[in-house]
Structures are given as C-alpha cells and as structure tokens.
T-cell receptor
Framework: DQQVKQNSPSLSVQEGRISILNCDYTNSMFDYFLWYKKYPAEGPTFLIS?????DKNEDGRFTVFLNKSAKHLSLHIVPSQPGDSAVYFC????????????FGTGTRLKVLA | KAGVTQTPRYLIKTRGQQVTLSCSPISGHRSVSWYQQTPGQGLQFLFEYFSETQRNKGNFPGRFSGRQFSNSRSEMNVSTLELGDSALYLC??????????????FGQGTRLTVV
C-alpha cells in the first residue's frame, strides 16, 4: 500500500506563475519530509525538507508547507521558471526498527515559457 | 567533492541471468541505500547498508541482494532476472542513517533492461 501519495502525475504552469505540488501521507508517525527534483537521465537531487515540528520552511523560490492534521504537504515554487521543469518526488521518514524513507510516485512539472 | 558514482550506466540482460550493480558513495558517507524506479511506481526502497551491515530492507524478493564493503562502496545483485526487473536502479548515500536529519545524495542510476 502506498503510504506516500502524489495524486497528480503531471502539472503544467505558465512561467512566472506559482507551481503547487501536493503530497499526502497516511502514517501519522512520519516525522521528516523531503522534496527531490529529478531531471531525465539524472538521479534525484535534494530540494528542501521540513521537520514535523514545523509547518513551513522556505528556501528562495521554494517553500514547503506541512499540515499534520490533514497529513498533507505541498511544495510551492514562486515564480516558476522553465528550468524547474522536472519530476518532483516527495519523501517521508518513518521508523520501524530503523528509519526509512518512503517516496511518492512523483509529479512531472512542466513550466511553459 | 565527487558525487555518488554508479556503474554501469546502462545494462541489457537476458531473462534468467544475474546482474551486479555498483555504487561508490560520496567520500565520508557511510550509509548507502538502493531504490528501484519504474514508471508510475516512484522510488521503491530496496535496502540500506551502514558500516557494512544491512540496516533495513524493503519488500522485494530474495533475488535482490546487496552488500557493502569496508570502504562504504556497495553492490546490488539481482539473480534470475525477470522482465519486470527492468527499471532504473538508484543508489543514494548519506553521512548517517535515516535517524539523522541529513538528506541523501543520489547517483545517476543504472538503467537495466531485461529482454
């Protein structure tokens, strides 16, 4: 069963506008969340993270929001640029004896010039 | 500082064969995790090694195995390959294990095609 879900497989946004990528999780014990960006033929690269004790973390154009009661996190990119076009994965850290990261299925973002 | 290096980048194998993939983590990183990426399935966790010990394992059959050497380099082996094993295999290294709030750095992956 998919504990981390990205229900939108793709998203298209106009350059300069806001991109909002969503991620839902089912395990309330997840305590740390990350976003990765992946270009074709490359491995995922770390983008931004947030601890479960916070509800917002900002880094330049990227902001991650965490809503623990809704078990939902989102990544906002403002303003969106064509170079942001990539697949975005959210990941959550859970503990079952040891810590493990569980990834979502990814959302392909296309920023239109 | 060199990144995570995975070899080979591309591989074509026949059903029933076995394959070994290699991963060299970032210098100083002791944790290596392996993931399988297939379309629509995201990154599925295979296993994690830390200081030559397997610390965690995902829900994959026993045909998938791995090991880590004293220099933190890791290998992943898949025996009796099936068509469904065709995927991008990604290796990620981090300084500590998942209980430290450090992100993992991924290699470029090995694209395995089973025919």
């Amino acid at each position: 069963d998919q504990q981390v879900k990205q229900n939108s497989p793709s998203l298209s946004v106009q350059e300069g506008r806001i991109s909002i990528l969503n991620c839902d999780y089912t395990n309330s014990m997840f305590d740390y969340f990350l976003w990765y960006k992946k270009y074709p033929a490359e491995g995922p690269t770390f983008l931004i993270s947030i601890s479960s004790i916070k509800d917002k973390n900002e880094d330049g154009r990227f902001t991650v929001f965490l809503n623990k009661s809704a078990k939902h996190l989102s990544l906002h990119i403002v303003p969106s640029q064509p170079g942001d076009s990539a697949v975005y994965f959210c990941a959550a850290r859970g503990f079952s004896g040891t810590y493990k990261y569980i990834f979502g299925t990814g959302t392909r973002l296309k920023v239109l010039a | 500082k060199a990144g995570v290096t995975q070899t080979p980048r591309y591989l074509i194998k026949t059903r029933g064969q076995q394959v070994t993939l290699s991963c060299s983590p970032i210098s100083g990183h002791r944790s290596v995790s392996w993931y399988q990426q297939t379309p629509g399935q995201g990154l599925q966790f295979l296993f994690e090694y830390f200081s030559e010990t397997q610390r965690n394992k995902g829900n994959f059959p026993g045909r998938f195995s791995g090991r880590q050497f004293s220099n933190s380099r890791s290998e992943m082996n898949v025996s009796t390959l099936e068509l469904g094993d065709s995927a991008l295999y990604l290796c990620a290294s981090s300084y500590g294990t998942g209980d430290m709030n450090t992100e993992a750095f991924f290699g470029q992956g090995t694209r395995l095609t089973v025919v």
